[in-house]
């Protein structure tokens, strides 16, 4: 009688080894923009007191690692154990950020990359071109959201909500992309 080899993983072994991994890693990027945004909350509260010295350890990341025992715990299992390639530190604090603000159900809440602000603030300085609306990123459609279509501007004329979600520009589907890349197009 043939038995599986212990060693070979079965396809539902498999599946749900790649399952536990994505919610390891949904929780860890969640906890990673708590912590964060805690942190500089924290650090907020310690303005205009005196810091301690160069090289010296404050044991604030052993009070972070404390506070958020499953988030650390996922983050090194992450780094560990994870096959393949991991995105940029950057990237995944981004992720992790973008992932706490879309759980806050708050429209004026967002989180833009340095680049992203960058890109934002060099536009605001110069003259409007494109639809004629003000737009957001909806993470929960991972899309461009309107936030307001300006009067008789083509957004306005062509009968764009307040809220409706951009899916297509110029045929080209946006769904996954950023918002820069998107605005770009």
Known sequence: MNEPSPMAP???????????????VSIVLALVIFAVGFGAGFGAGHLGQPSTA??????????????FPVFWEAMDLLYRDFYGEL????NATYAAIRG????????????????????????LQGSFE????RVDWDPNFNTVRI??????QPAWKAGIKRDDLI?????EEIIGTDLTSAIEK
């Open 54 to 67: 160069a090289g010296q350890d404050d044991g604030a990341a052993d009070t972070l690692r404390e506070r």
């Open 100 to 123: 706490v603000l879309g759980q806050l159900d708050d429209p004026n809440t967002s989180f833009m990359s340095p680049e992203e602000a960058e890109f934002f603030r060099t536009n």
């Open 10 to 24: 079965s396809p539902a072994r498999s599946n749900s080894s790649r399952a536990f991994m994505l919610v390891a």
């Open 147 to 152: 936030v307001e279509p300006f009067e008789n």
């Open 87 to 90: 995105p940029a530190a950057n």
């Open 167 to 171: 899916t297509h520009v110029d045929g």
């Open 130 to 133: 494109g639809i004629g609306a």
